[in-house]
């Protein structure tokens, strides 16, 4: 019992010893796969504003991390309860339903619903210049919803199964413009820039969206680590360098890009390691 007693207090000095988070002083990112500019993996190497964001967080932690893992977009609060992985940064957006079931730490951008539109599309502007045109978007998007309303019966909205879907569309001639959210159009019109895709900057719609990093509950401590971490590195040249290198295209056609994406440290302490936003 006394050798039990000794062996488990050698355990314990070494685990404090060592820098951890969550309890573990090695942990799993997941990102999406399948973004180009947030999160990106053609082959076996990842890229975007959300995978920097990941490799800042474990220098700032001092812990290792296995290799990130992939995560579609339905399984990202999923991947946090069941254990698969310990942080999610995947354009994960803020909501009062998933922080029931999770903690947020963010956000460290923020983004609304935009337009992408067709080679083809030179008189597409506005918003009110799509009025007639078929526009795709795909399940579980916030402009699925927004534009299902009144205020935009004029525009001819269809809703496809996911991203790739509506990329073949408009890539195709089968639709006039994309509506997903704006920072993640940007990384597309980046990757698919010689094809003459184009986001309409300034022209956005419905609520804003805030993109936050997921982690488990009950961990509100380490919570409040990483929380002062990301106001650090979204008040810092960091951001705007990351941002600047993943997504070029918001520097280059957004006038008040900065004002317009980037968070501030009041905006963070309303959402994050709570279980709904403070007012």
Known sequence: M??????????????????????????????????????????????????????RIIDELGIKATRPADVPSDERVTAITEGDADLVIATFSITDERMKLIDFVGPYAITYQG???????????????????????WKGTTSAEVLAGQAYEDIETYVRDDASDCLDDIRQGRADAVSTDQLIL?????????????????????PPQYYGIGMPKNHRADCGRLREIVKRYVGSSDWLADLKESLS?????????????????AAIDARSCRDRTSP
């Not at 599309?121 to 799509?130: A, F, M």
């Not at 940007?186 to 900057?201: I, K, T």
Request: glycine content about 12%; some cysteine; hydrophobic content about 30%.
């Open 2 to 55: 006394a050798l039990g007693a000794a062996g488990l207090l050698t355990v314990s000095a070494c685990s404090d010893s060592e820098p951890s988070f969550l309890g573990k002083a090695r942990i799993t990112i997941a990102h999406k796969n399948d973004q180009p500019g947030t999160s990106y993996k053609p082959d076996y190497n990842y890229s975007g504003f959300d995978y920097l964001l990941g490799r």
């Open 115 to 137: 337009f992408m539109v067709a080679k083809d599309g030179d008189d597409i502007h506005t918003v009110e210049d799509l009025h007639g045109h078929r526009v795709c978007t």
């Open 186 to 206: 940007y990384g597309f019109a980046g990757q698919y820039a010689a094809e003459g895709l184009r986001v309409l900057p300034g022209e956005t719609i419905g």
């Open 249 to 265: 295209l918001i520097p280059a056609n957004e006038k008040d890009w900065q004002t317009q994406y980037r968070p501030s440290d």
